[in-house]
């Protein structure tokens, strides 16, 4: 899909929607429309910045953009993550072709973020600015006899580029620089970096090959997708966004690549997502299963088998990366996203309960079993005391899917706990694991009993936020999934949420969300899938046609949260909890047909 559009930054930021991504496994960076790299975290996703204009105007950045009043036209290369752009000014066309290239063995000793230009007719000239910030530790510019490169804390970085890009200044942190593209010209720049490493310089040419490596491993990644329907190039996009969060150096699945981007502007909600939740990991291993994509989702559910199993003795909410504790929360002084502050990086949420894990996890592992896959006997064991935790942790008040400061019985954590007690009675049954299944089933059904004697309001003819309110939860649609209707009442209370937290095809989180907070990409995509699971499968698909077009606003990579007035995303991206939704409801209308 081409997206067109002239790009304009307002006190120095571009809307969240012009931003595309491109990443290797390891890194993402994101490209504004305007040509500038504004966020770069190397060489890991949860690295401290080398760019960030997101958070500072006036920030680091790798731009590479017209001298002159442009447009662009922009799209990803079909089947990739490899991104093309062209620049159209008075006196010409030319074309940039971006990717973060991968070698032949996977992902390179180093990070090589490549960008091809080609002059299609008349001539653009372009500016070059290279400006990292000093995230990583103070920057030390050096003349080795090899290449000018920049020190960065621990990182040895360099901009290659070739003789006819005219460096105008090259100063300890700020290397400038013209280009001319002439109809008919090609030529490729890139910044590389090392980490504690020797630094390689490849020959430009291998680089520019690289771009066309990457782009052919992306495609044939993408063609082997297991998806034919209605919604295909959808799909396939979504597929590719959510790609770029798998860390491949372990498996874990990052929650976003971004950290500290508003839920509202100018508001607080400013949060680190740069880590693994196991919420987020589950649904993305659920949504790489049903999509084919069994290696993906292999690394990631022994990554997030291994991580909990060695934690112990009960899971956490979240971990860094590497399997470890996620930083405490800490304040950075920037000026904050369009003056959105605090910007913050690590999680208060490390410290937090959350019950419903449990039926994330246990869920997974019963599709995974279901689909004619093996749990090693270390996973069967540690299945089987994860369901032995939820019979004697179920009653307690946790901070729910919401990761709210407030606890209370959230029905959420309550349906999530009835649900890994009947997939832990199933995966018994069937032999996965050992354990008592009766006492689990026994169990279930007394969650079930408590959450409608508890959690149900007559009032509202609904399942309410939590025990005790009026309050309604959107988080409740994912349940008609779960296979937890009974009596209608999830069809009434998909009713009574549509009604009182939708505006249009978008829907708010909670009661009183939309006085904090955009509405949620997810709860939308958790609407389609209510009505395809409770039966009525073509209204779910009028409704994902609605929803896809404030979703295209940026040809598929999702924020968090959607302004419902403005239409400009919110929080950060691209968001994995937003692809992998939209990747469920996309398979919950062929699930149900």
């Not at 490729?188 to 390689?200: G, M, Q």
Request: with cysteine.
């Amino acid at each position: 899909m081409l997206t067109s559009l002239t790009p304009e930054r307002s006190g120095g930021f571009l809307p969240l929607e012009h931003y595309a991504a491109i990443g290797e496994g390891r890194s993402v960076a994101l490209v504004g429309a305007d040509g500038s790299i504004d966020w770069w975290c190397a060489p890991d996703m949860d690295s401290p910045p080398l760019f960030n204009r997101l958070h500072d105007a006036d920030g680091g950045r790798f731009s590479l953009t017209p001298v002159h009043p442009f447009s662009i036209a922009r799209r990803y290369s079909e089947g990739s993550n490899v991104l093309e752009t062209i620049f159209v000014t008075d006196t010409g066309e030319a074309r940039v072709t971006e990717s973060l290239n991968s070698g032949a063995g996977g992902r390179l000793p180093w990070c090589e973020l490549a960008r091809r230009i080609e002059g299609l007719s008349g001539h653009v000239e372009f500016e070059i600015v290279i400006n990292p910030i000093c995230a990583q530790g103070n920057v030390r510019r050096v003349n080795h006899p090899n290449a000018a490169v920049r020190y960065i804390g621990n990182l040895t970085t360099t901009f290659c580029h070739p003789d006819d890009v005219t460096i105008v200044e090259d100063a300890d942190r700020i290397t400038t620089a013209r280009y001319r593209a002439e109809a008919g010209t090609r030529t490729c720049i890139a910044y590389l970096v090392a980490d504690k490493a020797p630094l390689a310089i490849p020959a430009l040419s291998e680089i520019d090959e690289r771009i066309d490596f990457s782009n052919e491993e992306w495609r044939r990644w993408s063609s082997k997708l297991s998806y034919e329907g209605a919604f295909q190039s959808d799909f396939v996009r979504c597929a590719l966004s959510l790609k770029f969060l798998l860390y491949s150096k372990t498996g874990a699945i990052a929650a976003a690549a971004t950290s500290g981007l508003p839920e509202r502007v100018g508001g607080d909600k400013n949060y680190d997502y740069r880590y693994a939740w196991i919420r987020d990991a589950a649904y993305t291993i659920k949504a790489f299963l049903r999509a084919g994509a069994l290696s993906e989702a292999i690394a990631a559910f022994g990554w997030l088998i291994r991580t909990i199993d060695e934690d112990g003795p009960t899971p956490s909410v979240v971990y860094t990366l590497t399997g470890g504790e996620v930083p405490d929360e800490q304040v950075i002084d920037v000026p904050g996203y369009r003056g959105s502050t605090p910007v913050r990086t690590g999680n208060r949420a490390k410290t937090q309960v959350q019950l419903s894990c449990y039926g994330d996890l246990l869920e997974t592992a019963a599709l995974f079993a279901d689909m004619g896959h093996v749990l090693d006997p270390a996973t069967a064991r540690l299945i089987e005391r994860l369901a032995d935790q939820v019979v004697e942790r179920w009653q307690h008040k946790d901070s729910g899917l919401w990761e709210l400061e407030q606890k209370e019985h959230y029905t959420f954590s309550k349906i999530g706990c009835w649900l890994a007690l009947d997939r832990a009675a199933h995966l018994a049954r069937g032999g996965h694991i050992g354990g008592d299944a009766e006492r689990w089933a026994d169990e279930s059904e007394k969650v079930r009993a408590w959450i409608d004697d508890n959690c149900w309001s007559p009032q509202k003819s609904a399942y309410t936020f939590f025990a005790g309110t009026e309050k309604l939860d959107a988080s409740l649609l994912l349940t008609t999934r779960f296979g937890f209707e009974r009596d209608g009442r999830l069809r009434k209370t998909r009713d009574a949420i549509r009604e009182e937290l939708s505006v249009g095809p978008l829907v708010y989180r909670y009661s009183g969300a939309s006085m904090e907070e955009g509405t949620f990409v997810a709860c939308a995509c958790w609407l389609v899938e209510a009505y395809a699971f409770l039966g009525q499968a073509d209204e779910a698909e009028r409704m994902l046609k609605d929803l896809l077009v404030p979703l295209g606003n940026n040809f598929g990579i999702l924020p968090e949260q959607i302004d419902a007035q403005s239409g400009e995303g919110l929080g950060n991206l691209p968001q994995g909890l937003s692809h992998l939704t939209l990747l469920h409801a996309i398979f919950s209308l062929q699930e149900n047909r």
